[in-house]
């Protein structure tokens, strides 16, 4: 894994912006997330943006996006294309059962000053240049890391688990109702781990789509429990955007002090 | 046009489950409403049974199940109440469930022992799911006790997708 986390640390600014800007949501929308039949297709739209789900911002780069078959192997992105405002790509479903699609990495942040002034890393900065890039003499050095993690849920035929099982690397989601079985006026319950562990006492906020037609942003915010589960009842039928924040010291990057973790999900919630 | 549809379980199936009292059945006639509409196309159907603490169990899916390469399971999932209790479960065709769609009017649907299989005593729902293409959906719940005594029924009656539904019981 000491590998895939130096990959992961060269990504894209825009992935960052899930936990390093508030203002501006990560999120991938697929076409469907229930579907019948032997095979199928689905399309995902992918976009940082203010509204929920309408792409106004920025594309999300599709360079380190990964989608898992239900027998836990690799699928390929298909027609992938990135706009001035989204990205999209196409997902084959051949197999029956749960897929996953992942939008997941690191980056390092870091500040510091120079006679005085305070100067910042640039974006997209590897644990290996950071030595460079802050001169002798440099005072007030502050370093921080992030890992995050984007994901969708899409089920052809009967819900599988097996992309279900967390990597043990950052913060994760574990769900205990099936992200693709999700009901209005039913409860579905959600744990999430930190680095394979129960994360207890971290924010869950849950936003309804369809921002730019109401006044209210509806939001609910839930705090995980000992086990690091939250309960959420489902008000209406229709998609939700599920953010999870924390952080910790568990750093990987020498020197930095401290990790800030992100998780973001789209959710479909289907009517009875 | 068809009129009456018969479950009809093949020998495979039908060793596989416990001998049922011989003479049981549900016997339906499931109305289907003539659309003044645009474009219409027949409705998919299910109707299957659900029973707290036991799998749901489909007795009829109507849908395109003629269609090349099997196209038509596609759509399957726009029965979305039935395709999560019972539906995504199966494979298709479903053996001596898989009916064609039906025109507007109103069809006969026996479900014989065989198709029933073992009947555990208790409360059940009976549950008719129409969704159509470019069109609405609806379902309509029949709630009934089992065994059933002599000449029981249940009815019940929707008001966009389905009309008049009505089932007869019998041990």
Same mark, same amino acid.
């Given at each position: 894994m000491k590998t895939g986390l130096l990959h992961a640390i060269a990504?894209?600014?825009?992935?960052?912006g899930a936990t390093a800007a508030q203002a501006h949501r990560q999120w991938m929308l697929p076409s469907s997330t229930v579907l019948s039949g032997q095979s199928g297709w689905v399309t995902v739209d992918a976009a940082v943006s203010n509204d929920l789900f309408y792409f106004e911002h920025q594309p999300l780069r599709l360079g380190n996006v990964k989608t898992w078959a239900p027998d836990g192997s690799e699928v390929a992105l298909q027609n992938p294309a990135t706009g001035r405002y989204r990205s999209t790509f196409d997902v084959e479903l051949k197999q029956q059962g749960t897929y996953k699609i992942v939008n997941a990495g690191g980056g390092i942040f870091g500040s510091y000053k120079e006679n005085g002034t305070e100067k910042r890393l640039p974006r997209g900065v590897s644990a290996a240049d950071i030595e460079k890039l802050i001169p002798a003499g440099a005072t007030d050095v502050k370093l921080s890391e992030s890992l995050s993690r984007n994901e969708v849920f899409v089920t052809l035929g009967a819900p599988t688990d097996t992309v279900l099982k967390p990597s043990g690397k950052g913060l994760e989601l574990v769900p205990v109702t099936h992200p693709n079985d999700l009901v209005s006026g039913e409860a579905a319950t959600f744990q999430f781990v930190i680095d394979g562990k129960p994360a207890a006492g971290i924010e869950i906020e849950v936003v309804p789509g369809g921002i730019r037609y109401r006044d209210q942003l509806g939001q609910m915010d839930m705090k995980t429990d000992a086990e690091g589960k939250v309960t959420i009842t489902w008000p209406n039928p229709g998609l939700y955007w599920m953010s999870a924040e924390a952080s910790d010291k568990n750093v990987s990057v020498k020197g930095a002090e401290q990790r800030r973790l992100g998780y973001v999900s789209t959710l479909e919630v289907l009517a009875p | 046009m068809q009129l009456s549809t018969r479950i009809v379980m093949t020998g495979a199936a039908f060793a596989g489950l416990a001998a049922p009292a011989a003479a049981q059945s549900i016997d339906l006639t499931v109305t289907i409403p003539r659309l003044n509409v645009a474009e219409y196309h027949r409705p998919y159907v299910a109707i299957w049974l659900e029973k707290a603490g036991v799998p749901a169990k489909t007795l009829a899916i109507w849908y395109d199940h003629d269609m090349k390469a099997n196209e038509g399971t596609k759509w399957l999932r726009d029965v979305r109440q039935w395709w999560r209790a019972s539906g995504r479960g199966l494979s298709f065709p479903a053996d001596g469930i898989t009916g064609a769609t039906k025109a507007p009017g109103t069809h006969k649907v026996s479900v014989g022992a065989a198709a029933l299989g073992a009947m555990t005593p208790g409360n059940y729902t009976l549950l008719i799911e129409s969704a159509r293409e470019v069109g609405g959906r609806e379902v309509l719940k029949l709630p009934f006790v089992? #065994? #059933?005594? #002599?000449g029981q029924t249940a009815a019940a009656t929707g $008001? $966009?997708?389905?009309?008049a539904v009505n089932a007869a019981f019998k041990r």
């Open positions: 990504i894209s600014a825009a992935l960052l | 089992w #065994p #059933p005594k #002599p $008001t $966009t997708e389905l009309g």
